[in-house]
């Protein structure tokens, strides 16, 4: 597992909520409007304001979570997914649940 | 007037439907997506894939029309706007009178 590999699943293990996200980027302002609207403040990581790095996060978590979009979303160290999944998991009523359990509510 | 403004007048002008796009932006998808179940086939130019000359354009679409953003819809020559714009027209009902028109039909 590289340095960066490392980064990332301690990013998640210690943060309740993580989205990877770039800043242009309207389906991941969506998701972190949404969280935000929850009065949950994820820890938000804008890929395309770290130069190079970004692009090795991205490469990074598709070989963690088979996903190389953004935004890619965990929750209490588990890899949700993206917005679509985000939004769906909230329509369902499951995500509060979860982020409060992340939170250790 | 610049090489490039008037190139875009002049795309905007002889096509019905033009998206400025870019290609992996889900946005821009939404707004291609809802053109093909309108059986519409709009001038998709993808600003991604155009290197130095896309970001001019995208520059040059701010001048015309006030809009940076991607997608930017023209219809009938006539500047829409961006994703929310042409989803809002098409849930007033507008949207494909317009296209029509632009069409000729
Ligand atoms: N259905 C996915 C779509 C994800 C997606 O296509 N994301 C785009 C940006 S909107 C992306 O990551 N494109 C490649 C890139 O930006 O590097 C979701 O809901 O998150
Ligand atoms: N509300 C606008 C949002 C447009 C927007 O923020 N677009 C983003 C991409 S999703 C953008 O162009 N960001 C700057 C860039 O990509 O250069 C719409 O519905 O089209
Ligand atoms: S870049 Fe446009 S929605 Fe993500």
Known sequence: SSPLEETVKTTV???PVVVYSKSWCSYSSEVKSLFKSLQVEPLVVELDELGSEGSQLQNVLEKITGQYTVPNVFIGGKHIGGCSDTLQMYN????????????GK
Chains 1, 2 share one sequence.
Not at 93 to 99: K, T
């Open 92 to 103: 369902k009523g499951e995500l509060e649940g979860i982020i409060a359990e992340a939170s």
């Open 13 to 15: 293990a210690q943060n």
